[in-house]
């Protein structure tokens, strides 16, 4: 499982959403980035869609996750 906590473009405050991941500084759940994508939408339309959040976010969020799972595999 991911740690999320240790990634800085995304927070999780109980008092905001439900206390689910968002993307930090703002109310966009992290799921909807992989709703999106899932669906076969882009980066560039998912910050169109999502006003607040950045390509360079989900490109951190992107690569943050690759690298742990990739620590997950090594073990």
């Not at 999320?4 to 799921?31: D, H, M, N, Y």
């Not at 607040?52 to 090594?74: C, T």
Request: with cysteine.
């Amino acid at each position: 499982m991911i740690d999320w906590s240790l990634c800085p473009e995304v927070e999780r405050v109980k008092e905001r959403v439900s206390g689910i991941w968002v993307f930090t500084g703002t109310r966009v759940p992290l799921a909807a980035l992989y709703e999106n994508l899932a669906c076969g939408a882009t980066i560039h339309e998912f910050v169109k869609w999502f006003p607040g959040v950045n390509e360079q976010q989900i490109r951190a969020v992107l690569a943050f996750e690759v690298a742990a799972l990739s620590m997950d595999l090594a073990r």
